[in-house]
């Protein structure tokens, strides 16, 4: 199975200041198609999941667009451009290039 | 508006069977691959398994692969996650989600196996 792994697992953030979070693929995430299938997905505290962004750059309908996703092949980078107290919870990342999907282990996002 | 409803979790004893549904509305369902994921609580995301649009092609992770069969009824636009042979193991929430990248996800429904 594709191990992805993140870091930082826990990130205090100062609101107003932008946050960073990485995400490392034990292999290529590059389909056979050209497409990378690397996702990430928000869990505010009591709720569901809900995907931001896909295709390691494109923001989901409804996301703001202080989210932004980059990277490519194995290394990639969730941002948010200035935290807001909406933010805080759980940031997974998920590869859907490969089975079975796998998700990163989780950060945990918190205002100092 | 997409929408997910998982209902059928519940308390469950080691070895007991349960099944899972997923109605599902505002979209057309027939069109799009479903997924089940789960999540200990407390713990991560763990994609349980994903059917193709026509029902025809089932997947499954290695941990509940023989114990678990997905189902979908496309008249119904519903999906379903039978699950036997439970193990304590198995306690978390699960999720039905869209689509091969889990798109849009319904609000869980907890399974329960202890004795």
């Known amino acids: 199975d594709v191990v992805m792994t993140q870091s930082p697992l826990s990130l205090p953030v100062t609101l107003g200041q932008p946050a960073s979070i990485s995400c490392r693929s034990s292999?290529?995430?590059?389909?056979?198609?050209?497409?990378?299938?690397l996702n990430w997905f928000q869990q505010r505290p009591g709720q569901s999941p809900r995907r931001l962004i896909y295709?390691?750059?494109n923001r989901d309908s409804g996301v703001p667009d202080r989210f932004s996703g980059s990277g490519s092949g194995t290394d990639f980078t969730l941002k948010i451009s200035r935290v807001e107290v909406e933010d805080v919870g759980f940031y997974y990342c998920m590869q859907g290039t490969h089975w079975p999907r796998t998700f990163g282990q989780g950060t945990k996002v918190e205002i100092k | 508006e997409v929408q997910l409803l998982e209902s059928g979790g519940g308390l469950v004893q080691p070895g007991g069977s349960l099944r899972l549904s997923c109605a599902a509305s505002g979209f057309s369902f027939s069109a799009y691959a479903m997924s089940w994921v789960r999540q200990v609580p407390g713990k991560g995301l763990d994609l349980v398994s994903t059917i193709t649009n026509s029902g025809g092609n089932t997947y499954y992770a290695d941990s509940v692969k023989g114990r678990f069969t997905t189902s979908r009824d496309n008249s119904k636009n519903t999906l379903y996650l039978q699950m036997n042979s439970l193990r304590a193991e198995d306690t978390a929430v699960y999720y039905c989600?869209?689509?091969?990248?889990?798109?849009?996800w319904g609000q869980g429904t907890l399974v329960t196996v202890s004795s």
């Open positions: 989600a869209t689509n091969w990248n889990c798109d849009v």
């Open positions: 292999q290529s995430l590059v389909y056979s198609d050209g497409n990378t299938y």
């Open positions: 295709k390691v750059s």
